[in-house]
């Protein structure tokens, strides 16, 4: 029972255990009563500290709401009161709510139903919110909660979320400063609620006149929640929000985490209070006079004109309409509610001795009045409190009123209570009727007939949960709206009976008004002689009553009569055979069809039919799961499916060649497309996607890859579009797909409790598919800017700036010192890992086909000095790669033979192979051995270091046939589990089993890698004292360790790099970090300290050494920079995350220029253009400037004449930059007039630089 207290232990929640003290409960101190009553009852009141009417909040301020059948299963439908599987529709606040009295009646209402709690009223921020708050207050309120715009779950709808209200800083300081003009500000609590998470944000509430903030997002973030905005969906994979069993597993949420988060807020709070000289919270409310208007608001265009001054006006400085003008600036008067002396104290003295021991106890001819509201919600709140939601038995308390009633007779009405009414009753009779029993009829002495006679008020039983009611009369508008458990006999209604009902049943033995039965969803209604105009049929069927109804029938009907004595009922019983053909059974389609799948589901589920194997019993239920489905469904694939990424060859096959690890699937069959497919069905297109934005922590996708996009077109087949999204953001999809570690797997979601989804597959299975079907072709530029671009480097950064700026438009030369392109693609990654001939020189050919020249064999530095390269070309790049390899020089022994750098031993190795493929190495070989470089068949091999690198080294050396292969690393063996230091989304710091080691271990038995060895020194060999023999080395961080010597014929230094060589810069002009790297600042990537303005670095050799991954995203964003600087605006998409996600980085000063940001309102207009076939070739926008007016086109392309012209010739002299007006300001009758004079000068003047111009390198 979540209500009844706990004793001391050990309580599981999810995947965590609580620590319960005695008296703990599970109860929610706060509870909320919206305009939908969903399951709100007398026990459900009672068992609060306090009762929030959420009269309007965040995004659906007065709006309603619905929730589907789909999600109203198990504990929900138990709890609201509803059916399983029918949907509940949550009305408007139009009907209890519909006035600021309505309020004040509610108010009373539930402070009967429960007066030991607050009572709160929730408002949505908005202009004119003081008036509304300010009445509320009259009406009794205790508490205000005033909710902003932000925060919620995203739920709601899109257009909802956009118009939802006013931040809450507007809206606190209007209540604060309208409560005190009216006097009322010492008798309510202000509270307010909206993306409220620092201490900051703390202060400042207090300060515009909050005692209290409500926090939700940060509190359920402290507890493991990660913004995935599924709440409504019931697929939360952390199992924060969520009802599904299996996923509630999954929380690991503690209380010590939201009690420490508290704390640090308030550490927080207290802070800024003594900065304030503040000694107590209260002191900082509503004082408005500490806040002042940030000063850089001034130098935006935006904020200039923002004027704060009636925002911050101090309350205390208005003229209060209130007799006392020094009234407090916070509460501290309580409410008075006046319940000292309302009637149900007198009902609690009476009922003592069925209160104390269940004894009957029957009150006769109490007088009632109508200024007597809210009778029997103190009644109701004892017995609910002592006897819980069963109450009492039936009757055992019965009171008969004499009398007209006030607002809300029976109010909450608890079981065992009946209350019987001789009179009339007011609005809102019933409200709430939570077991209970209700009795209506007109007084003795009265002439009138009952039936013909309005006894009831409005909104009648409005919200009933269970319980009777008997009327001998007809009650007025709304009748039993949103009833949802109470049997209601009624002698006519009003308009609008049965709105939004969702159970019970309702009998009416006379006339119904217009629009019955809208929104029903569930439950019964039998009308006397119906009126079918009178019925909204949206949501209903009418259908004849059978045998069972009758008999229902009868036994109300007769129980009708007994307790009420009307006489219409009595003449209907009378001739009953007649009276059962007059009545209609109205039927809610949704409510028939969930009792129609209830009788044909069976009775019991046979557990054997789903139990696993005998020898699968030991497995996790999630191992169980299928990889590969037909048809797979999307939104709960994640929990349904396992993860299963693209197979690898068997690890002994796969050493006895040099082809790529990864099992060929040239021919796609439908089990493919299914396996395909049901992996991205395990995405669950997170509402806040962690994989597609890289964090600091390593986590992330660099590139900001759409990897929920693409992976919901996957999913749907649509492999075109997918692809489209893909190469959006990603050049060469092929490259990551095969070499990435996949940082974006290690950010998903999924990983924080179970295997990631399988992304790097998918990507891989894309581009190839588009590759497979002939979508990948070139696509040379439309225009040329005739802007020279020359990139030193062809290894994944300079060629994704080459395709870039190719695509812009721009000449692009790539240098290579290699005879080879594709730089660390083609001689730093082995080919098992990525095929040289099916990826990379495809990749160089078309690149090639796009009109990129690839220059071979060209050293710059050597060949060719970066001053020529500068001034013969608009801009130059550096993206030679991190080259320098960490060595240990210093070691003892290391001038022994064998001893070789990682990358000298894979580029060898690899050009060995690509030549003999190639058909070359009978001429590259012809003066020389014809045996590979490194002969290792039968040698032992040791690799020292812990990388990527390192690994390929020790696959290299398998498949040259060494006889053993160690791989040495400083660090300890990594755990199994994501260690706390580095938490999701982060690169997770666990151990792993690259391919290699899996390799190894198959051929030689052992796992290959030696963990915290630290090398000492080499010894040479006893055969040949000039090469190594073998390594000697300790256990690292120990002192007085052991030396152990390992054998090695061939020792691999794999310990990473240090930065670019200097053989590109042999002066070392060029200024560099503290790690040897060309310093050029991110975003910006111009080199400093370069004597050219045009010269640019980027990716490894400006960042370090990093993944193939990070440097295409580098080499794309420099180039839109380039871009940018060469053409003065830019059409190419900004790849870095810095333009998306500023806080990530050092942003520039106030009020200082953001260099290379290209903002919105700077850009130039463009005509709009069909950007298909734009974006098809990565850009944004067509590089095309747009059409100039017919009159000036002459004036225009004199003008561009001269800017190539005048460009060129400060190109032959040596000119650093030349800056030419656009002309842009100029007035069009003044480029009118210079238009002959440039047409007849252009011509010669064009000559004579052809002929100064020197021939290009």
């Known amino acids: 029972d979540r209500f009844s207290p706990m004793k001391e232990g050990r309580l599981t929640m999810g995947a965590s255990e609580w620590e319960i003290f005695e008296g703990d409960t599970s109860r929610s101190r706060i509870k909320q009563v919206a305009s939908g009553r969903f399951g709100v009852t007398a026990e459900y009141l009672a068992n609060a500290d306090e009762i929030q009417i959420k009269l309007a909040q965040g995004a659906k301020p007065g709006e309603g709401g619905e929730l589907p059948g789909y999600k ?12 399983p599987g029918v949907g509940l529709i949550s009305p408007p606040p139009h009907h209890d709510m519909y006035s ?7 108010i009373r209402d539930l402070k009967n139903a429960n007066p030991a709690a607050r ?14 708050a300010s009445g509320v207050t009259k009406g009794k309120a205790d508490h205000l909660t005033i909710s902003g715009m932000s925060g919620g779950t995203g739920a709601a709808k899109w257009t909802s979320i956009k118009h939802c209200g006013l931040p809450w800083e507007i809206g606190v300081a209007e209540t604060h400063q309208t409560l005190v003009l009216n006097g009322l500000r010492d008798r309510v609590t202000v509270q307010t609620d909206g993306q409220i998470r620092t201490g900051r944000d703390v202060v400042m509430a207090a300060l515009l006149g909050a005692e209290e903030v409500a926090m939700t997002t940060a509190p359920l973030i402290a507890l493991g929640c990660i913004m995935m905005r599924k709440c409504h969906l019931n697929t939360c994979p952390v199992g924060v929000a969520t009802q599904d069993p299996e996923l509630r597993k999954k929380f690991t949420g503690q209380p010590e985490h939201l009690i420490n988060y508290l704390f640090m807020v308030a550490e927080d709070v207290r802070e800024i209070m003594a900065s304030l000289g503040c000694r107590r919270f209260t002191e900082l409310i509503g004082r408005t006079d500490l806040l002042r208007p940030s000063a850089h608001l001034k130098e935006h265009w935006k904020t200039a004109d923002l004027d704060f001054t009636d925002l911050l006006r101090p309350a205390w400085t208005l003229q209060s309409m209130a007799a006392d003008t020094e009234g407090s600036m916070f509460c501290c008067t309580p409410q008075d509610h006046e319940l000292t002396h309302v009637l149900d104290r007198q009902l609690v003295l009476r009922a003592a001795p069925a209160l104390e021991n269940k004894s009957r106890v029957v009150v006769k001819d109490l007088a009632i009045k109508n200024v007597d509201r809210s009778v029997g919600g103190i009644l109701s709140f004892e017995v609910t409190r002592r006897f819980g939601a069963q109450g009492l038995p039936d009757d055992t308390v019965h009171v008969k009123f004499k009398g007209p009633s006030g607002q809300s007779f029976g109010n909450f009405l608890a079981p065992g209570l009946t209350f019987e009414l001789e009179g009339d009753a007011n609005d809102y009779i019933g409200k709430g009727l939570s077991g209970g029993c209700l009795i209506v009829y007109k007084p003795g002495q009265s002439s009138f007939k009952g ?28 009748f039993a709206v949103r009833n949802s458990g109470a049997t209601a006999v009624v002698e006519g209604v009003g308009d609008h009976g049965c709105e939004y009902m969702t159970r019970g049943l309702v009998v009416v033995l006379g006339s119904t008004g217009a629009n019955f039965a809208a929104g029903m969803s569930g439950g019964l209604a039998y009308l006397l002689d119906i009126d079918r105009t009178s019925l909204n049929m949206e949501s209903v069927l009418l259908e004849s009553v059978d045998a069972e109804d009758c008999k229902v029938l009868l036994e109300l009907v007769q129980e009708h009569v007994r307790v009420t004595g009307s006489t219409k009922a009595q003449e209907l019983v009378s001739s009953w055979d007649n009276t059962v053909t007059r009545f209609t059974k109205v039927f809610p389609k949704e409510y028939k069809k969930a009792l129609e799948s209830m009788k044909s589901a069976p009775a019991g589920k046979n557990v054997s039919d789903d139990k696993p194997a005998i020898e699968n019993n030991t497995k996790d239920l999630e191992d169980l799961r299928p990889n590969s489905v037909h048809e797979p469904h999307k939104k709960r694939g994640f929990h349904e499916y396992a993860r299963k990424s693209m197979s690898y060859r068997p690890d002994k096959d796969r050493t006895m060649d040099w082809e790529e690890i990864y099992a060929s699937q040239t021919k796609k069959s439908q089990q493919w497309h299914s396996w395909i497919q049901t992996q991205t069905a ?22 900001g890859n759409r990897i929920p996009t693409w992976n919901q077109l996957v999913h749907e087949g649509e492999w075109k579009r997918a692809l489209e999204r893909l190469l959006d953001t990603n050049n060469f999809p092929e490259f990551t797909g095969t070499t990435c570690p996949a940082p974006c797997e290690e950010a998903c979601v999924l990983g ?9 597959s998918t990507e891989l299975a894309i581009i190839e598919y588009g590759f497979s079907k002939g979508w990948i072709k070139p696509h040379p530029p439309q225009v040329r800017t005739r802007k020279r671009v020359c990139i030193i480097g062809s290894g994944p950064a300079g060629l994704a700036a080459a395709q870039q700026l190719n695509r812009a438009g721009h000449l692009v030369q790539i240098l290579e010192r290699a005879d080879r392109g594709g730089g660390l693609l083609m001689y730093g990654i082995p080919s098992m890992k990525l095929a040289k001939t099916e990826k990379v020189l495809r990749r160089l050919q078309l690149l090639k086909d796009e009109g990129i020249e690839f220059k071979y064999n060209c050293e710059v530095g050597k060949d060719v000095s970066m001053a020529e390269l500068c001034t013969q070309n608009d801009a130059v790049i550096l993206a030679t790669g991190a080259t320098q390899c960490r060595d240990m020089r210093s070691t003892e022994g290391r001038h022994l033979k064998n001893i070789v750098q990682a990358m000298d031993f894979l580029t060898a190795t690899q050009k060995t192979n690509l030549d003999a493929e190639s058909g070359q190495s009978h001429i590259r070989h012809s003066s020389s051995r014809k045996s590979p470089p490194y002969d290792l068949q039968g040698a032992r091999v040791v690799v020292i270091g812990g990388g990527d690198t390192a690994v390929d080294c020790v696959a290299t050396a398998v498949r040259l046939g060494a006889r053993s292969v160690l791989q040495f690393s400083r660090r300890d063996e990594a755990p199994k589990q994501r260690p706390s230091h580095t938490p999701w989304p982060c690169w997770a710091d666990t151990y792993r089993v690259d391919y290699a080691h899996s390799e190894v271990k198959a051929l030689h038995g052992r796992d290959p890698r030696e963990y915290l060895v630290a090398t000492k020194g080499f ?3 006893a055969e040949d004292p000039s090469r190594v023999g073998a390594v000697i080395a300790t256990q690292a ?5 052991a030396v152990i010597e390992y054998p090695a014929e061939l020792v691999v230094l794999a310990m990473g790099f240090t930065g670019p060589d200097k053989v590109v810069d042999p002066q070392g002009v060029l200024a560099r970090d503290q790690n040897s790297n060309f310093k050029a600042d991110y975003g910006e990537y111009v080199a400093e300290n370069a004597p050219w303005k045009n010269l640019f670095a980027c990716g490894d050799c400006r960042r370090g050494a990093s993944l193939v991954v990070t440097a295409i995203a580098e080499g794309r964003d420099c180039a839109a920079r380039i871009d940018s600087f060469l053409m003065g605006e830019t059409s190419l998409p900004r790849a870095a995350p810095l333009a998306a996600n500023p806080t990530f980085f050092q942003m520039p000063k106030k009020g200082d220029a953001q260099p290379g940001l290209v903002k919105r309102f700077q850009r130039k207009r463009r005509q709009n253009q069909d950007v298909s076939e734009a974006f098809e070739r990565g850009l944004l926008v067509e590089p095309v400037l747009e059409e100039p007016e017919a009159e000036s086109k002459a004036s225009q392309a004199a003008t561009s004449s001269m800017k190539i012209a005048v460009e060129e010739r400060g190109a032959k002299v040596g000119m650093d930059e030349v800056a030419v007006s656009s002309g842009a300001t100029t007035p069009k009758w003044l480029l009118a007039g210079f238009a002959g004079l440039a047409i007849a000068n252009v011509a010669l003047l064009g000559t004579v630089v052809a002929l100064l111009r020197p021939p290009r390198r």
Request: charged residues 20%; hydrophobic residues 40%.
């Open 1019 to 1021: 010894k040479a060999s």
């Open 100 to 106: 600021i009295e309505d309020v004040a009646q509610l």
């Open 682 to 703: 395990r995405c669950m297109d997170c509402g806040t996607p962690t994989c597609h934005s890289p964090n600091q922590g390593g986590g992330g996708c660099p590139l």
């Open 72 to 83: 109203v299963v198990g504990k929900i439908a138990e709890t609201r009161k509803a059916t």
């Open 451 to 478: 039936h013909e006679a309005i006894l009831a008020g409005n909104a009648a039983l409005y919200g009933a949960t269970a319980g009777k009611s008997f009327m001998a009369g007809i009650a007025a508008e709304r």
């Open 119 to 132: 009572i709160s009223v929730k408002l949505v921020a908005r202009i004119g919110i003081g008036v509304i």
């Open 1037 to 1041: 961080n120990a002192d007085g360790a």
């Open 752 to 760: 924080i409790n179970e295997s990631p989804v399988a992304i790097k």
